[in-house]
Each structure stands twice: as C-alpha cells, then as structure tokens.
C-alpha cells in the first residue's frame, strides 16, 4: 500500500511546503502537484495522481478543498478511487475513507451536498414563479429593445441589409436576425 499525495496552491505565488510537510510527516512517498486555481476543472497533477494511484494505496490531501472544486466533485473523486480499490484520506479534517467511521463521515458530507443542492433548486424554481407572478421575466434583456427593432426595419424598407441595418442601430446582426424572426412568427 503506498500513501501518495496530492498538493494544490491556488496561485504560482503560492507555496505548496506546508502541504508537502504536512503529507511526508504523514507517510506519502509520491507526490503532485498543481499550481491551479481551485474552481478550474484542468488539473494535470490530479490526473496523474488517480492513474498513478493502485487498489490498496490511499490518496492523501492536506485538507478536503485542496482536492474538489467543490463538493459534488470532491464526492465525484473519492467515489471514482473507491471504485477502483484506492483510499483516500484528509489530514486537517480527519476523513479516511479506508476505515468505517472515514467512509460513513464523508457519506454524510455527501448526503448534505445532495441535500443543500436540492434546497437551492427549490429555493430557485420558487424565486422564479414569485418573481413572474410580479410580471417579471428572468434572463437578459432584450439587445434589440422594440425602439430598435423598429428603427431596423425602416432600414431595411429603404435598402439596407439585415448587417447594415444591424450596424446603423448598433445591434449585432445574429440578434437583429432572431428578433426580425421572432417578430414575424408573431405577427399574425
């Protein structure tokens, strides 16, 4: 069974020897690394160390947000080691999923991400019907507003192409193309 670690520092400013201490004091033999912000899904270190690591060895952070971008990910990851035969363990937070009390304390972690993920969607969806039953609608507004779209059309009475016209009102021509369809499956 080999301990292999994992460090991430947010910034290349940053320096990862608090971690690499932590992790040797800990029994880690291998390490990577990444020099990644926390919210980017690119982590070259994180890749190599899940194809490096085998069933039977553990991989080792110092603390739970140096390995997930957030907690439905970090879940992701520790699922994907334990499905193939591979530990994993945090330091600061004491979570080791190689023994009963780890798996059970980060199946709760688990349990609360699907829980708090499910109040926001309800929270949302009820946000939205209280907010259109004030006669509000969400999203962008409108580029090109009814003044606009007006304006567009005399253009285009008069000669101009959709691009010209789009140019003279200072709209984009995409935009202009889906509010000029828009208006005419509209009108009767």
């Known amino acids: ?20 201490d932590a992790l040797a004091k800990a029994g880690c033999t291998r390490f990577f690394e990444d020099k990644v912000s926390g919210i980017k899904s690119d982590r070259p270190g994180l890749n190599e160390a899940t194809a490096y690591v085998r069933a039977g060895d553990e ?46 304390v ?12 499910d109040l926001i969607r309800e929270r949302t969806g009820a946000g939205l019907i209280a907010a259109a039953a004030r006669g509000r609608k969400g999203g962008r507004k409108p580029v090109v507003t009814p003044e606009k779209l007006a304006r567009a059309k005399l253009l285009i009475e008069d000669g101009f192409n959709v691009r010209e016209a789009a140019g003279r009102v200072k709209v984009g021509k995409t935009a202009l193309y889906a509010a000029l369809a828009d208006q005419k499956s509209q009108d009767p």
């Open 1 to 20: 069974m080999a301990l292999v670690g994992y460090v991430r520092v947010s910034t290349t400013v940053q320096d990862g020897s608090l971690q690499h």
């Open 59 to 104: 991989l080792v952070v110092w603390k739970l947000d140096r390995l997930g971008r957030s907690l439905p990910h970090l879940i992701e990851v520790v699922n994907t080691l334990g499905r193939r035969g591979v530990g994993f363990k945090s330091l600061t937070e004491g979570v080791d999923t190689s023994t009963p009390n780890g798996r059970l």
């Open 106 to 117: 980060f199946h709760l972690f688990g349990a609360l991400a699907e829980f708090e993920r």
